[in-house]
């Protein structure tokens, strides 16, 4: 009976959720604070970009780090409950504005929006670095520089938008990017020496699926680009014949 009436409670009196990753309120008459809700929205942005990358590429090293992903926002969920830090009050006093009332709840340390960025920039510039050829390898410091001022916009944005103190960002960040470079040792480090990755890699499963694996491939961009041109060459003879 008391579940019947908790169903028909009034919409306005239930105590209400949002999901973290997509709810924001921003100030309108702020022009920063519009562009920040839309930065701040960028880790389901990457989300939805692990799956169709997973699912175009079928690369190993993809796999591995949205599951490192997975596993970094599972550590998130109980930093929180075990440290029960509340979020800040809503006022800012650099901005004049004031948020009254803010749809949904949960507590604020570490930020989840740092943790998952700064693992996201920190393994992707680890991996380029070290395991990335190019023809010329001077680009990809632009690539590990626009990451980095990524994230820290993403961060910055939490702080901006009040969901976040200032403290509870820095602890995120520092969360992630010990987590990446924990999650890129334990795969390249101890993983990959054991043989397991090409265990994986020649498993009917595998094969099926064509998972592959090009960690060791130097200058796959060229590589997958002058294959490309072949394919084409190839279909433009065949039109001739």
Not at 58 to 78: K, S, T, V, Y
Not at 124 to 143: D, E, G
Request: hydrophobic share 45%; with cysteine.
């Amino acid at each position: 009976m008391s579940h019947h009436n908790h169903l028909e409670e009034p919409l306005s009196e239930q105590s209400l959720s949002s999901l973290s990753l997509t709810h924001v309120e921003f100030n309108p008459k702020d022009p920063l604070s519009y562009t920040y809700a839309y930065i701040t929205l960028s880790p389901l942005i990457i989300l939805i970009s692990y799956v169709s990358i997973i699912v175009a590429r079928r690369e190993l090293m993809m796999i591995n780090m949205f599951f490192g992903q997975l596993f970094c926002e599972m550590l998130n969920f109980g930093l929180k409950k075990w440290i029960k830090e509340k979020r800040p009050n809503g006022i800012n006093t650099l901005l004049i504005y004031v948020y009254i009332d803010k749809l949904g709840s949960g507590y604020g340390m570490p930020s989840s929006h740092a943790q998952f960025i700064s693992y996201f920039a920190t393994f992707a510039s680890i991996y380029l670095y070290y395991k990335i050829t190019f023809h010329n390898n001077s680009r990809k410091f632009p690539i590990i520089l626009g990451l980095i001022i990524f994230s820290c916009l993403v961060s910055y944005s939490r702080v901006y938008l009040i969901y976040h103190t200032t403290k509870q960002v820095i602890v995120g960040n520092i969360f992630g990017l010990t987590f990446a470079i924990f999650w890129y040792i334990l795969l390249e480090k101890i993983i990959r020496p054991l043989g397991i990755f090409k265990i994986i890699i020649e498993s009917r499963l595998a094969r099926y699926f064509y998972i592959r694996d090009n960690s060791s491939v130097k200058d796959i961009v060229k590589i997958e680009y002058m294959n490309w041109l072949t394919l084409i060459g190839e279909k433009e003879g065949q039109k001739t014949d």
